[in-house]
């Protein structure tokens, strides 16, 4: 089968190396990690990093994480301290990202910081991302691969329907491995604050902090600009911890026990098992998006490991909606 579009080619060396020359130029690529697929321009590079709040139509105050092949490069742009290090070291390659401060001479864009003196940085554990990392030989700032507000991509189609022309070449490796977001850490201040919850579960997370991190205030928009209420949003309605759903209504299971009656269902994980539950969420919540129903119902997840994250992206995806942003560019 040919792919779908022209701008999706498979990962192989020598797309890779097509696509490190597009990044090198100023160019746009989206490319797979293990989380979600990111939409990837020199960090260094104002014009490079405007794109991608032009073609996401991203609000200007929302900052960008820079993706790193090595720890060791992020530590010339942002200063790690003593937790950071120790997380550092355990989790990289990994799901986690850190909100540190700039150094001085940090050569990251200034657009990427959104105003604020942090810079957000992650190294991702996918080979794909990497090998593009090497070969590029700069960080990468890279939000995930859709239109603002909008479901994350976990499959090349995916980011070809969100984004289109507005992408320059899609990386294709297949589906993410965990299908969620990264976990995002503010180790700024003093005490540690979690400002999303993420691939990295959140036990594992306290265990290596040695303390429960700060929640971000509900009050405080300017912390993470990013973590709007609205989020990860299908444009059909969606309500959470149903029990059931109306024969008109598409229920998103999650579990062994499934209520019958539904127009159409798609079952996170029929034993129960977070982890796939993480993976098939953005997939399934897109093909349930995509089947024109009145409205989606999602049933329970449990409140523990990879649960908590795939509860606080429900939970967005049924906020209701802003008014759309005047000045974010189409
Ligand atoms: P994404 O746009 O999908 O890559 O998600 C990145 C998340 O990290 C967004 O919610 C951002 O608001 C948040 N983020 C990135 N950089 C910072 C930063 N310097 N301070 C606080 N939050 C950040
Ligand atoms: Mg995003």
């Keep these: 089968m040919s792919d779908p579009s022209p701008r999706i080619r498979r990962s192989d060396p020598e797309a890779i190396a097509e696509a490190a020359a597009i990044l090198k130029a100023g160019g746009l690529v989206a490319f797979p990690t ?23 139509g991203r609000p200007r105050f929302n900052p960008l994480i820079a993706h790193f092949g090595e720890w060791e490069a992020a530590e010339e742009d942002v200063v790690f301290d003593a937790r950071a290090e120790r997380l550092a070291a355990a989790c990289w390659p990994g799901p986690l990202t850190l909100v540190l401060p700039r150094r001085p001479d940090c050569r990251i864009s200034l657009l990427c910081s959104a105003g604020l003196e942090t810079q957000a940085v992650r190294v991702p554990d996918q080979a794909v ?30 980011v070809e329907s969100e984004l289109g022309k507005a992408v320059d070449l899609i990386l294709d490796d297949g589906p993410c491995r965990i299908g969620l977001e990264s976990t995002v850490l503010d180790l700024s201040g003093e005490r540690p604050r979690l400002l999303r919850p993420g691939g990295l579960p959140l036990e594992r997370l306290i265990d290596l902090l040695g303390e429960v991190p700060e929640a971000r205030a509900a009050n405080a928009p300017l912390a993470s600009p990013g973590l709007l209420e609205s989020h990860y949003a299908p444009q059909t309605p969606l309500r959470l911890d149903a029990a059931a759903a109306t024969a008109e209504e598409g229920l998103l299971a999650f579990g062994p026990d499934v209520p019958a009656g539904a127009a159409m269902t798609l079952n996170l994980s029929p034993s129960g098992d977070l982890t ?28 523990q490991g990879l649960g908590h994250a795939i509860r606080d992206r429900l939970r967005r995806a049924a906020a209701p909606r802003p008014a759309p942003a005047p000045h974010s560019t189409p």
Aim: a positive charge.
């Design 34 to 56: 293990e989380t979600v697929y990111g939409l990837g321009a020199d960090a260094r590079d104002d014009a490079a990093v405007a794109g991608i709040f032009a073609a996401k």
């Design 129 to 158: 991302a990497r090998a593009l990392l090497r070969s590029v030989g700069r960080p990468l700032a890279a939000p995930s691969a859709n239109r603002s507000g909008r479901i994350s991509p976990t499959a090349a189609q995916a």
């Design 276 to 303: 796939e539950a993480a993976a098939n969420l953005f997939a399934y919540l897109r093909r349930l998006d995509a089947a024109g129903l009145p409205a989606i119902a999602a049933m329970p997840v449990p409140e």
